[in-house]
C-alpha cells in the first residue's frame, strides 16, 4: 500500500465524482495496482449525495434489460457482488423480492415480452403468477398477473458509498471531499485538473459525475452528444399506521418506450414505503436546490433532442405534471395496484434527480455509456440500475483506463 497521495500533485488516476460508481472504480483501480497513487475528487462535503443518496434503494436482478446490453450483464453480476459486499461489511442489504403486476389483460403483451427479457437475462428464481398467487405474496395487491423475482432487495446505497471511500483510504488513496474539479486540459505528459484545492496532474482520469458528466467530458474534448438533461424523481411515503398495505416491492409494468420504471411501492430497510419516484424534467441539475439553475435550463433547452423528446413525449410528459403538482394522481397510480390506497394516506418524503442522457436526435439513451478521450475515461450515462451495477461497472471502467494509450 503506498503513502496517500496530496490532492494537489501527481497521481497515477484521477477519479473525479464521489458516487457509488466514482468509488467503485477508484477501489477497483487500487485493488489492482495497491501502490498506484489515487485521488477522488467530490464537489461535496460528503460522498453519495446526488443520486448514489437519492434514489429507490432497489437491488436490481435483471428483469428489464435488452439482452446482451451492458446493463443486463453488469446488473446480474454487480448484484451478486454487492450483496456479498454489504454481507462482508456489515450492511443490510435484504432479498425481500418484487413483484410487477399487469393491472389488467390489456398489459399481459408486455408483461409476456418483459418476461421472455427477465429469462433471457438469466434472473434467478423467476416466477410467473395468477391473481391469488399475487394475494399470497402480496395479500392487498391486485392484479391480473405478475413477475416475482425472489432476488431482488434494498439496500441503502449511500451507506454502499460510504463503506467504498472507507475502502479507498484504507487502500492509500485519498477521498478529497469539498473539491469541485473546475477544468480539464489534456497534455502530452499528463491530464491537467484544476480545482478548489489547486492542481494535479494525473496520469489517467475517470469521469463519473453523474449529472455533470456531460460538461466534464466536453471540457475533456469529447463531442457533446449525449447531452444530460436532469428528471426530478419525486417520492412520497406511507403514513406509518398504513406501512403494512405493503411487504417488499410492487412495481407496474413499465412503458417499453421510456427508460424510467413507472411509479412503484417500495419497502426500505427502515420501514418506510416509498411511493413513486415520478420522472419530470427538472430546471436543474443539482438535487441539493429546487431553484432553477440558468446554466442547467440552458443547457436543456439548447439541446435540439429536448425539443425532439417533448414533441414525441408529450403525453407522458402531461401525465408527470399531474403527477408531480398533486397526491390525488400519484395516489392513484399506487391504487391501481394496491387498491385500499388513498391520497390521505400520503405523506411527503424527498425526491432525486435523475441524470438522463440524451441524444441530438431526441433518444434517451437506454443502455450505459463510457467512453474515451485523451488520457481519460468517462462515464457518460449511468441511469438506474448502475447503483446495482456499480462493483461490476467498476471493472469496466477500469479495464477501459488501463487500455488507454
Ligand atoms: C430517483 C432515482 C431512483 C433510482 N433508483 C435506483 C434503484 O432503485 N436502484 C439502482 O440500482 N439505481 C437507481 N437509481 C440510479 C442510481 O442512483 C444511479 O445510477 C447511481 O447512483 C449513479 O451513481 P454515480 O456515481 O454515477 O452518480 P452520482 O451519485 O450522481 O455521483 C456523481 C458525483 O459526482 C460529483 N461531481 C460532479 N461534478 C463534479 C466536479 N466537477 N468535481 C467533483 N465532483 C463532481 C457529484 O457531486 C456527485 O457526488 C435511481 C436514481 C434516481 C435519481
Known amino acids: 500500500m503506498g ?17 457509488i460508481v466514482g468509488l467503485a472504480a477508484a477501489r477497483e483501480a487500487l485493488s489492482r495496482r495497491p501502490d498506484s497513487r489515487v485521488v477522488v475528487f467530490e464537489r461535496e462535503a460528503e460522498v453519495g449525495l446526488h443520486q448514489t443518496g437519492r434514489n429507490s434503494g432497489v437491488v436490481h436482478a435483471g428483469v428489464y434489460y435488452a439482452p446482451g446490453s451492458l446493463k443486463a450483464r453488469l446488473c446480474a453480476a454487480g448484484a451478486r457482488e454487492l450483496y456479498d459486499y454489504c454481507d462482508s461489511r456489515g450492511i ?35 416466477r410467473r403468477l395468477g391473481p391469488s398467487e399475487i394475494r399470497e405474496v402480496e395479500p392487498h395487491a391486485r392484479g391480473a398477473a405478475a413477475l416475482h423475482s425472489p432476488a431482488t432487495g434494498i439496500v441503502d446505497f449511500r451507506r454502499v ?54 460538461r466534464l467530458a466536453t471540457a475533456a474534448g469529447a463531442r457533446p452528444e449525449p447531452r444530460i438533461v436532469p428528471f426530478r424523481g419525486a417520492y412520497l411515503r406511507l403514513a406509518p399506521e398504513r406501512r403494512d398495505l405493503v411487504r417488499a416491492l410492487i412495481y407496474p409494468v ?31 441539475r443539482d438535487v441539493t436546490t429546487r431553484r432553477p439553475r440558468v446554466a442547467d435550463l440552458r443547457s436543456t433547452l439548447a439541446w435540439p433532442g429536448t425539443w425532439r423528446l417533448m414533441k414525441s413525449h408529450w403525453r407522458a410528459g402531461l401525465a408527470e405534471l399531474r403527477r408531480a403538482v398533486g397526491r390525488g394522481a400519484l395516489a392513484a397510480e399506487a391504487a391501481r395496484y394496491v387498491p385500499e390506497i388513498e391520497a390521505g394516506d400520503l405523506l411527503p418524503a424527498f425526491s432525486g434527480i435523475r441524470a438522463q442522457a440524451l441524444a441530438h436526435d431526441g433518444t434517451l439513451l437506454d443502455d450505459f455509456v463510457v467512453s474515451e478521450t485523451e488520457r481519460a475515461v468517462h462515464v457518460r450515462n449511468a441511469p438506474s440500475p448502475a447503483a446495482t451495477s456499480s462493483l461490476a461497472l467498476a471493472r469496466v471502467i477500469v479495464d477501459r483506463a488501463e487500455r488507454l494509450p
Open 3 to 19: 503513502q496517500a497521495p496530496d490532492p494537489s500533485g501527481e497521481v497515477d488516476l484521477a477519479v473525479v465524482g464521489a458516487g
Open 161 to 214: 458509498a460510504r463503506a467504498l471511500a472507507a475502502d479507498v483510504t484504507a487502500a492509500g488513496g485519498t477521498v478529497a471531499t469539498s473539491c469541485a474539479v473546475e477544468s480539464v486540459e489534456p497534455s502530452s505528459r499528463a491530464l491537467h485538473l484544476r480545482h478548489s484545492m489547486g492542481a494535479t496532474a494525473a496520469r489517467r482520469a475517470v469521469f463519473c459525475a453523474g449529472p455533470w458528466s456531460d
Open 254 to 284: 413499465p412503458d417499453p418506450r421510456l427508460p424510467f420504471l413507472g411509479v412503484h411501492l417500495t419497502r426500505r430497510a427502515d420501514g418506510e414505503v416509498l411511493v413513486g419516484p415520478t420522472a419530470r424534467m427538472a430546471a436543474t
Open 92 to 126: 443490510p442489504a435484504t432479498r425481500c423480492g418484487k413483484l410487477i403486476v399487469a393491472v389488467d389483460r390489456g398489459e399481459l403483451p408486455r408483461l409476456d415480452d418483459l418476461e421472455r427479457r427477465a429469462r433471457a437475462n438469466g434472473v434467478p428464481g423467476l
